[in-house]
């Protein structure tokens, strides 16, 4: 590869665009750098879209910067290795104390995430290169896939083993002679079922933790089948279908395994249930539509863009990457060089490329609006925080013109407005979101909202139903029993204190669950007692 003035702004420009928006989330504030990441990855993926139809309509060679866009996001790679050894060695924080290294994520799946695309790359790089060049790639690549597995993510490692397998392949079109060859197609699925197997029991409980979430997804799709539920549907849905899933199967093994979810783990399903298999159709025909025009192709970097792919591919039916702020980036990239040769040969392309450019200049404003109101939001949270919740109030009330929309910004408003003893106002705001956000956490406010209102019958129909979404969770009937004691409600104080002492432990070294096992124990031993001195 030749280096010139062109080929180091390319790669100046990739380094910039990749690095920041993998960085960013590092920051100590994570709201902020949650919001931060998202708005560096939209501009970024808006100068990678400009970037594609200059090109195309001043007819120049976007392909012939892949190199240096490629190498850039290799060395991001690096810099997350060398920042992941510096989280093992205690020489720098890891944002997530759970676990040993997240390089400048909060996940060590969103590592290995990282990791698994740079794979492919650095066998790409090490099968080009010569004498001390390929020793070099050849070192860094196999840091990314020890890393890789060091990780611990099932669907890391399957994606990294699945675009290595591309990348070593002679040639893509080997694949039509194991069509007809029966031995290599059952070594095939033989060595796929095992290695499922072994991932599969690695780490069962989160295995079983997935498929609930998506049997309870397919519920979903099976009441709106076409158009599905719509945007938010997932947030304000999913939750109440757990909920009944566990109501109409009180003994299901699940029980454990629940969680507080936002995302079922697979951005196919995910898809479905927003805007139903309508959707979905369209969806994989424009999918299948880049593929085949990718098989086509005959650059050099076909295998790695089929292994770039095929990588997303897995993490989409395993995880939630389209939620990953770097991840929009690669998807940008991918489709840019899938497609340049497509638009470079079509005829009206200078016409339909302004016209994109101005629809990304239009829809560039309000997407601003929307995160210049995210960043005020962050601001009058952290100052909430700070013990400032009653000075904040007129500003979330006016903050609330524009985020109304916006399930997050109702939970919060609310949660404020619960601190500071509005209960009627937060219950209001409360049951505006769970139109549009509705899980747990809302469940329980609003119980808590409704206690403290004196209608202990709404509190306790909201800590029933916050237990259905989750119910291995022990706070809601820690709150129905002492409803029921304030109450004077013996016998049905003792009967979820019974309940409290039998239900299975998720987590056997909480200690707040212990504190409530132990409050429910001396509630039975308080009315036994009362009872023998009748």
């Not at 910067?65 to 190498?71: D, I």
């Not at 638009?343 to 997407?367: D, E, I, N």
């Not at 029921?484 to 070294?509: F, H, L, Q, W």
Request: charged share 15%.
């Amino acid at each position: 590869m030749r280096w010139n003035r062109s080929t180091v702004l390319w790669g100046g420009v990739a380094l910039l665009l990749c690095g920041g928006t993998a960085f960013m989330a590092a920051f100590p504030h994570f709201r902020l750098a949650h919001l931060l990441c998202h708005m560096w990855a939209a501009f970024s993926v808006m100068v990678i879209g400009i970037c594609f139809c200059m090109a195309v309509v001043l007819k120049r060679d976007y392909l012939s910067s892949t190199h240096a866009v490629l190498m850039s996001f290799f060395c991001v790679g690096i810099l997350e290795i060398v920042c992941a050894l510096l989280q093992l060695g205690g020489l720098f924080p890891v944002i997530n104390p759970y676990y040993h290294f997240t390089g400048s994520f909060d996940n060590p799946a969103v590592f290995a995430m990282f990791m698994s695309f740079c794979l492919p790359i650095g066998m790409y790089f090490t099968a080009r290169s010569t004498a001390v060049c390929r020793l070099v790639w050849g070192v860094l690549t196999f840091c990314m896939g020890a890393f890789l597995i060091l990780s611990a993510s099932r669907t890391g490692i399957l994606a990294g083993i699945c675009s290595a397998f591309i990348m070593w392949m002679p040639k893509l079109g080997v694949i039509k002679d194991y069509r007809f060859n029966r031995k290599r197609i059952i070594l095939l699925w033989v060595a796929l079922a095992l290695l499922a197997g072994v991932l599969y029991w690695c780490k069962q409980d989160s295995a079983d933790g997935r498929l609930l979430a998506w049997k309870v997804s397919a519920n979903m799709i099976a009441d709106r089948p076409f158009l599905g539920w719509g945007n938010n549907g997932f947030d304000a849905f999913y939750m109440p279908y757990q909920a009944d899933y566990f109501m109409r199967n009180p003994e299901s093994s699940f029980l454990l395994l629940a969680d507080n979810l936002s995302h079922p783990f697979n951005e196919f399903l995910w898809f479905t249930v927003q805007y139903g298999i309508a959707g979905l159709i369209l969806l994989l025909l424009m999918l299948g539509w880049i593929l085949k025009n990718v098989f086509k192709g005959c650059d050099k970097q076909k295998k790695l863009w089929i292994s770039l792919y095929f990588a997303l591919a897995i993490w989409a039916m395993f995880s939630y990457p389209f939620h990953i702020p770097f991840v929009w980036l690669v998807i940008a990239y991918l489709l840019s060089v899938s497609l340049f040769p497509v638009f470079a040969r079509f005829r009206f392309v200078r016409p339909l490329a302004f016209c994109a450019l101005l629809v990304a200049f239009l829809y560039s404003v309000p997407m601003a609006v929307s995160y210049k109101n995210e960043v005020h939001w962050v601001k009058v949270q952290e100052k909430a925080l700070m013990g400032e919740t009653l000075d904040m109030l007129p500003q979330y009330a006016e903050l609330y013109k524009d985020l109304k929309d916006d399930g997050a910004f109702l939970y919060n408003y609310g949660a404020e407005l619960h601190f500071e003893r509005h209960y009627n106002e937060a219950l209001k705001i409360l049951q505006e979101c769970a139109s549009k956000y509705n899980d747990y956490n809302v469940q329980m406010l609003m119980a808590s909202c409704y206690q403290h209102l004196g209608q202990p019958q709404m509190a306790i129909e909201k800590y029933r139903y916050a237990n259905r979404m989750v119910p291995n969770r022990f706070l809601p009937l820690y709150h129905e029993m002492r409803i029921y004691r304030e109450n004077g409600d013996s016998v049905n104080a003792c009967e979820v204190a019974r309940t409290i002492m039998n239900k299975p432990v998720k987590i056997k070294k909480s200690a707040a669950v212990k504190r409530i096992i132990q409050e429910a124990n001396e509630c039975l031993d308080h009315y036994t007692e009362r009872v023998m001195r009748r």
